[in-house]
């Protein structure tokens, strides 16, 4: 139990354009959604946490017009990177608590490889 | 100064050797403490979690936390080449703070 997916696994596009990631719990509803950044050989960093219905609300430095998150469903969180450049190059994980769940229970989706030429 | 610090390594053992990681944390507030093992180009996969102070074993891997010292540690008995990923610990309040990893490679 406790699968989450992540689509695609794998992204390149041009800079200037932007791409959605999208995040799904397969098994159980989340109430909420973390969306992390992680470069190369470092930590993961949480960009922003999303409750289902409500706004995301986003950590201090990460840019919430450019970095969109829709948590619509029980199932469901995008993350969409608008007007990309390189330097949004990077590996974007999800994950997902479900109800009742403390944020130390997090499963973690297999994580969008994102390239932006 | 990051909430929970991690030696990067990277870390190399034989095959049946133990593995001994150790992260420290400074938030007083953190209550449970977590390890994750992360393969390359894929997401975390939670390996276990404690509660508090003490000791936790499953199997091969034991964690132990200790409060007084913020010292968190996980050990990984007769380790295997299939070990060979990075480990990260964690701890939380309202939020995950990672550590920075640390990258294993058992040899065969």
């Known amino acids: 139990g406790a699968v989450v997916s992540q689509h695609p696994s794998w992204v390149i596009c041009k800079s200037g354009t932007s791409v959605k990631i999208e995040c799904r719990s397969l098994d159980f509803q989340a109430t909420t959604m973390f969306w992390y950044r992680q470069f190369p050989k470092q930590s993961l960093m949480l960009m922003a946490t999303s409750n289902e219905g409500s706004k995301a609300t986003y950590e201090q430095g990460v840019e919430k017009d450019k970095f969109l998150i829709n948590h619509a469903s029980l199932t469901l969180s995008t993350l969409t990177v608008t007007s990309a450049h390189p330097e949004d190059s990077s590996f974007y994980i999800c994950?997902?608590?479900?109800?009742?769940?403390?944020?130390?229970?997090?499963?973690f989706g297999p994580g969008t490889r994102l390239t932006v030429t | 100064q990051k909430e929970v610090e991690q030696d990067p390594g990277p870390l190399s053992v034989p095959e049946g050797a133990i593995v001994s990681l150790n992260c420290t944390y400074s938030?007083?507030?953190?209550?449970?403490f977590m390890w994750y093992r992360q393969y390359s180009r894929k997401g975390p996969e939670l390996l276990m979690y404690t509660y508090s102070s003490g000791n936790k074993e499953d199997g091969r891997f034991t964690a132990q936390v200790d409060k007084s010292s913020k010292y968190i540690s996980l050990f990984i008995r007769d380790s295997q080449p299939s070990d060979s990923a990075t480990y990260l610990c964690a701890s939380n309040d309202y939020k995950l703070s990672f550590g920075a990893g640390t990258t294993v490679t058992v040899r065969a």
């Open positions: 994950s997902a608590t479900g109800t009742g769940s403390g944020s130390y229970e997090q499963y």
């Open positions: 938030n007083s507030a953190f209550q449970y």
